[in-house]
């Protein structure tokens, strides 16, 4: 494929971007961690390690994106081409989400503190889910073939929305029992998790849609990095905002 | 275009005392946030991200300029012209800026040690204002159309003009209320920020003034380095210096 000068700058700030913003979110909160109570630590250091997989996986995809497209125009104005003997590997992507997918949910419930048992019970549902749903999309997303895509996208939508019934229905009912001074925050988390991890599945149907070829390769690299942003950074910064207020609120 | 062996050397040189003086804040403050009071580390834990995330960008804004131009004299002391395949990557401050912009507001709002709910209030009006300023002066930075370049810088001066109107304004009101050791410092911090951020739109306009066009180039390279080091790790030390006083005081 071929991306003219703009597109290869979209995609090529828009990496940028990402690598900041997980990259210095993670060393914010490290830098935070001890004005948190030692209750709320451990969902931190989760988001922490979230961010910091994620800064190196960029690293990476950046680097990868860089050797994949090259121009021979002076000042690197003119079109890019596919370089020889060096593909993009988006496969990166992949290995981030079945990591860090697990260990977002991982990060949410253990900052509601519930009991021990209740924590187990979700996360035994949650994590497998979660590492299904990425294993399931892969193949899908590496084929070039859209009949292949659309039936991987579809079985890897099954443990999606299997999460999302349990972050809404079973997590729903633990809400009422979190302190006011976050309740609206959590809920809010919620949709959050919803809109930015719903950026995914449509980032991933687009070349199915009939967009010319580079233009939705561009937009589903936007797509994955703005939800990746969403989904980690942001979501991570609200996390350590409910860790905040229960600190005072316990203190 | 083309760079003489002065103007190369004197963005090298500014790029590289920008990277010094980053770094240097951010680890300047990292020793130092032990000896704050809890209060205030909010704000000095911001400062140092803003300076850790412009000593990154600043690593890659120098590396992409010595790749972007090229010499072949003996010693480099000729002349340097564009590489070919590879351009300089002014993205790199704009996705900087997106991310310092809003967070300098915060260390700013964090240092005055407000009522929660006036702080909210502030941050609300001027964070989406910074990166709303941030995101329409893109397209014009990048575009090479001097009537784009015009109308981008317009419409981003309208957040501008509103920022710096709630921090002179608003912002005003509650500077009475800071304990007077520090109510000049905080009133000279304000000046400093006109100042400091007025440079940019200032640098932004040079390429449309009739100065030839290595020249303007130049010009705005050191005008947005001499700015980000006064906007980012000098606001710094003195957000680091009110803190102090304040923590003294409260002691
Ligand atoms: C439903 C669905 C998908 C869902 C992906 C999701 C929901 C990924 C979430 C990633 C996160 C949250 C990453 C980082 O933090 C795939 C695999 C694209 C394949 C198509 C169907
Ligand atoms: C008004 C205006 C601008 C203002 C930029 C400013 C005010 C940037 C501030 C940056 C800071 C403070 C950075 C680092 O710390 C642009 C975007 C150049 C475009 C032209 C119009």
Known sequence: DLLSHGQYETVYNFLSLVIASQLFTAVFLLVSLPRILPRYRQAITVA??????????????????????????????????QAVGQGFNEGYRYVDWLLTVPLLL??????????????????????????????????????????????????????FVYILYVLFVQLGKSLDKQPAGVRKT??????????????????????????????????????YSVADILAKAVYALIIFHVARIKSFDDD
């Not at 994949?68 to 890019?80: K, P």
Request: hydrophobic share 50%.
């Open 48 to 81: 922490i390690i979230v961010c910091g997989i994620a800064a190196y996986h960029y690293f990476r995809i950046f680097d990868s994106f860089k050797a994949a497209f090259v121009t021979t125009s002076v000042g690197g104005t003119g079109d890019y081409t």
């Open 186 to 223: 959590l809920s809010r988390l919620r949709f959050l998790l919803l809109l930015s991890w719903g950026v995914y599945p449509v980032a991933y149907l687009l070349p199915l849609l009939n967009i010319s070829g580079s233009d939705a390769w561009v937009y589903k690299q936007v797509g």
């Open 106 to 159: 991982v990060e949410l419930v253990a900052v509601l503190a519930l009991a021990r048992s209740v924590q187990s019970r979700l996360l035994a549902r949650l994590v497998p889910a979660a590492a299904l749903m990425i294993a399931l999309g892969y193949p899908g997303e590496i084929s070039g073939d859209n009949g292949i895509r659309g039936l991987f996208g579809l079985l890897s939508t099954i443990p």
